[in-house]
């Protein structure tokens, strides 16, 4: 069973700009979450969705905001980029929701100039 | 304000080394679990504790959860350079949120 991928693997922006990234869970997964993870801050939740609904939110502006699909992939967005979320974006799925049971991709690294 | 504290940040050590790692909390989770990271890539997971007190054993890793469900260590016998890597706890708290600790970095050199 192929594991969580996640698109692109590595991005530059510049300040002002937005930007998408996508996660595909394992199949048969219905739940996606959203981390990001900076050397300062470490991993820090960002959301989860599960049926296409956002169920959690973690403490981030409004800048950040994400979606499902009916086929359980996920995207996030990031508009108007600071210097400050340059970051690795990473994407976990799991069966229903169970915390217990997350597999992580292998992220995507983001840098904004 | 970082609910789950790891010590220690770092550790540099010899193969053949043992060594442990805290994870600590003032807060009571349902589960916690390690994952071990490397570079490039996401945390892979090591290990789920549920109950206080548990211990399981993956080869040369011994995890613990204490019985408050409050903290929770990892030891490592005999430590190899595979060993290498970003060493994450993450505890289940408040409905479906995972909370991570910052992280211990462990290095084994040959």
């Known amino acids: 069973k192929a594991g969580v991928t996640q698109t692109p693997r590595y991005l530059i922006k510049t300040r002002g700009q937005q930007v998408t990234l996508s996660c595909s869970p394992i199949s048969g997964h219905r739940s996606v979450s959203w981390y990001q993870q900076t050397p300062g801050q470490g991993l820090q939740f960002l959301f989860e969705y599960f049926s296409e609904t956002q169920r959690n939110k973690g403490n981030f502006p409004g800048r950040f905001s994400g979606r499902q699909f009916s086929n359980s992939r996920s995207e996030m967005n990031v508009s108007t980029l600071e210097l400050g979320d340059s970051a690795l974006y990473l994407c976990?799925?799991?069966?229903?929701?169970?915390?217990?049971?997350?597999?992580f991709g292998p992220g995507t690294r983001l840098l904004v100039l | 304000t970082q609910l789950l504290e790891q010590s220690p940040q770092f550790l540099s050590i010899q193969e053949g080394e043992n060594l442990t790692v805290y994870c600590n909390s003032s807060?009571?989770?349902?589960?916690l679990q390690w994952y071990r990271q490397e570079p490039g890539e996401g945390p892979v997971l090591l290990v789920t504790?549920?109950?206080?007190?548990e211990v399981k054993k993956l080869k040369r890793l011994t995890f613990q959860f204490g019985d408050a469900r409050k903290d929770s260590s990892l030891h490592i016998t005999a430590a190899q350079t595979g060993d290498t890597g970003l060493y994450l706890c993450?505890?289940?708290?408040?409905?479906?949120?995972?909370?991570f600790g910052a992280g211990t970095i462990l290095r084994v050199k040959s």
């Open positions: 976990a799925s799991s069966l229903v929701g169970n915390q217990e049971t997350q597999y």
């Open positions: 504790v549920v109950t206080g007190g």
């Open positions: 807060s009571v989770f349902s589960s």
């Open positions: 993450a505890g289940a708290h408040d409905g479906n949120k995972l909370v």
